[in-house]
Structure formats: structure tokens, C-alpha cells
């Protein structure tokens, strides 16, 4: 029996201000109808995290779910990249 859900894959932008839950941007590029131009749209998700453990900037794929609160449809299903540490070089001062 095949699973006919919807899954989407986006950026978390934010994460850690609401008891599991985070929000996920997710960007479609398509042609204009009339000029044909690529057109970015970007649409933000309310996504529930069971974890709470998800980091901003990591890029996750989400799926669609029953009803969870009001604003909740989806679901997270797996971290695909986590955000990369920045590094921050310490110099001798003399």
C-alpha cells in the first residue's frame, strides 16, 4: 500500500520558540506564466518536531499530516543536512 502523502524539502528558519514546533521555508521555482521568467516563491510551514532538537538552518524534509493545532499540518521527517559550525580562529594578542 503506497504512502500518498506530500513531502516537501526546506530550510528550518526558526526553531526553539514554540514547544515542538519549528518553522520551515520551503522554495519552489517555476516559470511566469506570461513573461516566462524563473519566479522564486518561498511559503513558510508550521512543522511539528517530537525531538525538539532541530537547529536553525538545517534542511529537513517535511510531510504532510493530520490536523495537530491550528496552524500545524505537517510533520518532520528527517534531518537531511544539518547547519554548518562556523569556526572562529583565536589569535595570540601580545
Known sequence: MPN???R???RVIRSGTMNKTIVVEVERMHPHPLYKKVVRTRKKYMVHDESNATPVGAVVRIV???PISKTKRWA?????QLPEQETVAVRDVE
Open 4 to 6: 500518498n502523502r506530500k
Open 64 to 66: 504532510e499530516s493530520r
Open 76 to 80: 518532520l521527517e528527517a534531518v537531511l
Open 8 to 10: 516537501l524539502v526546506g
